[in-house]
């Protein structure tokens, strides 16, 4: 199975800050990497996929880089409606895989 | 606009069985591939299986941690997908995500049903 290691595990920002969220496959899934956003209660959403792409009508201060093996999952300028948890995916082969999430609060 | 609504979850025995629904609209469901998706209280997100369309013969794929025990299945006639969970174990207590796969989009999961809780205790 590939292995999806995320970092931070938590992390606390003011509002207007740059937050980078990483996410490292133990064996390179080229570009097949998504990122979701879970608010508390809710169902997870697409933001990223093809580790890039930034899923239709999602904040354009969201974005994604990265190919291989390393990933990374930026905020330009967090805002409130942010707090949330972030997982990356890989979908490169099974089973799918998640990283074991960020969590991220306003400080 | 994409709807996916699961039913079925309860409170169950260990040993005992469950079988989820989820009822899509708003698309064509034949179309897709769709995903079991859970989530254990206060722990992340695990895949669970998968179904491919009528193209690629319905074929399916679970984790390691059901296999032989869920069976995934699905009636593009009614829009609806299913999973058939056996042989319960405490541990497959979680939230169950009905998933949409976008096979244009690398396979991910691009719709999120609001997810059935299946609780495992005696």
């Not at chain 1, 697409?46 to 904040?59: N, V």
């Not at chain 1, 190919?67 to 972030?86: H, K, M, N, R, V």
């Not at chain 2, 299986?49 to 025990?69: D, H, L, M, W």
């Not at chain 2, 609806?80 to 979680?94: G, P, V």
């Amino acid at each position: 199975d590939i292995q999806m290691t995320q970092s931070p595990s938590s992390l606390s920002a003011s509002v207007g800050d740059r937050v980078i969220i990483t996410c490292r496959a133990s064996q390179g899934i080229g570009n097949d990497l998504g990122w979701y956003q879970q608010k508390p209660g809710k169902a997870p959403e697409r933001l990223i996929y093809a580790a890039s792409s930034l899923q239709s009508g999602a904040p354009s201060r969201f974005s994604g880089s990265g190919s291989g093996t390393e990933f990374t999952l930026t905020i330009s300028s967090l805002q409130p409606e942010d707090c949330a948890t972030y997982y990356c995916s890989q979908h490169n082969s099974y089973p799918v895989t998640f990283g074991g999430g960020t969590k991220v609060e306003i400080k | 606009e994409v709807q996916l609504v699961e039913s079925g979850g309860g409170l169950v025995q260990p040993g005992g069985s469950l079988r989820l629904s989820c009822a899509a609209s708003g698309f064509t469901f034949s179309d897709h591939y769709m995903d079991w998706v859970r989530q254990a209280p206060m722990k992340g997100l695990e895949w669970v299986a998968r179904i491919r369309k009528k193209a690629n013969s319905y074929t399916t794929e679970y984790a390691a941690s059901v296999k032989g025990r869920f069976t995934i299945s699905r009636d593009d006639s009614s829009n609806s997908l299913y999973l058939q969970m056996n042989s319960l174990k405490t541990e497959d207590t979680a939230v169950y995500y009905c998933v949409r796969v976008n096979d244009q989009n690398k396979y991910t999961f691009d719709h999120w049903g609001q997810g059935t809780l299946v609780s495992v205790s005696s």
